[in-house]
């Protein structure tokens, strides 16, 4: 496995978002908030704590140790269906009941899906995981840009820090939501399971910038 180009690319891919996560919570502490964009600035806390804390798990266990990523995987895939679906309703600042139901449906099917879980199967799993967090994220995408064409004053969507976590976040699950889904059964079929796995870590790369750039966008200097 190490011996092979794919491992060597995927290692890549881990610093580099390890990288992005350090710039994160840099530009997160060491930079003030918009006064009018505080609430963009403050929904992106828990994403931003868990893209840090995530890629150095990744470097320290995975790479350095070289300890089964199954288990972390699993269970970041459930971090991360929080801090985005967390992220969304902070971002529209209603529809309770939605981001409730959406827990409650995510966490039970998450649970239940333990008991069927194995270290051969943990790619297939995860992959129902990612395709329930797509639908769902899309629902609250769908309900942003609702809510703000319903707005009287015309902004540009480049200047919007929430417009650039959304595009981010999107493009993310639904351009991830494939590779994810059958690289159990491309892994099974063919063995090739990493080629197809790049296109997830290319757009896992392109979520991270966003956010770093939507975060910029909520931010100046501090004086």
């Known amino acids: ?15 580099q978002y390890l990288l992005c ?31 840090f804390i995530g890629e150095l798990y990744e470097v320290i266990f995975s790479v350095i140790l070289f300890v089964k990523t199954a288990y972390w995987t699993t269970l970041y895939s459930l971090l991360e269906f929080l801090a985005f679906n967390y992220m969304f309703y902070k971002l529209l600042k209603k529809h309770k009941t939605l981001y409730n139901t959406f827990n409650i449906v995510f966490l039970t099917f998450y649970i239940t899906s333990l008991f069927f879980w194995n270290i051969d199967n943990h790619n297939i799993v995860e992959g129902y ?33 929430a417009f650039y976590y ?48 939507g975060l910029l966008k909520a931010t100046v200097k501090k004086p």
Do not use: Q
Not at 1 to 15: A, K, L, P, T
Not at 26 to 42: A, C, G, Q
């Open 1 to 15: 496995m190490r011996n092979n180009i794919w491992y060597y690319i995927s290692v890549s891919f881990v610093f």
């Open 21 to 51: 996560g350090i710039l994160l919570i840099y530009f997160y502490y060491t930079r003030s908030p918009r006064k009018e964009l505080y609430n963009e600035f403050k929904v992106i806390k828990p994403f931003v704590w868990l893209m």
């Open 129 to 161: 995981y990612g395709a329930i967090e797509t639908v769902f994220i899309i629902i609250w995408a769908i309900l942003w840009f609702k809510d703000l064409f319903k707005k009287d004053e015309v902004v540009s969507l480049w200047r919007m820090p």
């Open 166 to 213: 959304v595009l981010g976040t999107v493009i993310y699950l639904c351009g991830g939501v494939i590779p994810v889904l059958f690289t159990g059964h491309l892994f099974k079929a063919t063995g090739l399971w990493t080629k197809y796995w790049l296109v997830f870590l290319i757009l896992g790369t392109f979520m991270r910038i966003m956010m770093i750039i």
